[in-house]
């Protein structure tokens, strides 16, 4: 399953930005709207992090401490896409992010619960 991430670029602090993540392929798309998707994120010379996460019904979701309150995820799956919407965005949220498949149908926090990865999308802000 390849899973493909959009929406990402260049933004000064203080702005937003929307991700969306699909699958490449129509016969894969059942795999976002039946599984729990989450979102991470690796700057340069860092491990890859937990972002947020939610469940295959979109009932449950899951972000880290850095980003409450300023990212919120959410899914469609009539459209089988999840979404990111990154506001007040700071310098610190410079990041290649990936989008990513759970193992089941609920929001997981870790990233070995993800089966399925996507090849990540920059997001570079600008203090």
Request: glycine share 10%; aromatic share 12%; net charge positive.
């Amino acid at each position: 399953v390849q899973l493909q991430a959009s929406g990402a670029g260049s933004v000064q602090a203080g702005g937003s930005l929307r991700l969306s993540c699909a699958a490449s392929s129509a016969k894969y798309r059942a795999t976002i709207s039946n599984n729990g998707m989450g979102w991470f994120r690796q700057a340069p010379g860092k491990e890859r992090e937990f972002v947020a996460t939610i469940s295959w019904n979109g009932q449950n979701t899951n972000h880290a401490d850095s980003v409450k309150g300023r990212f919120t995820t959410s899914r469609d799956n009539a459209e089988n896409t999840i979404y990111l919407q990154m506001n007040n965005l700071k310098f610190e949220d410079t990041a290649v992010y990936y989008c990513a498949a759970a193992r089941g149908a609920w929001a997981a926090t870790t990233a070995t619960s993800y089966r399925y990865w996507g090849q990540g999308t920059l997001v570079t802000v600008s203090s």
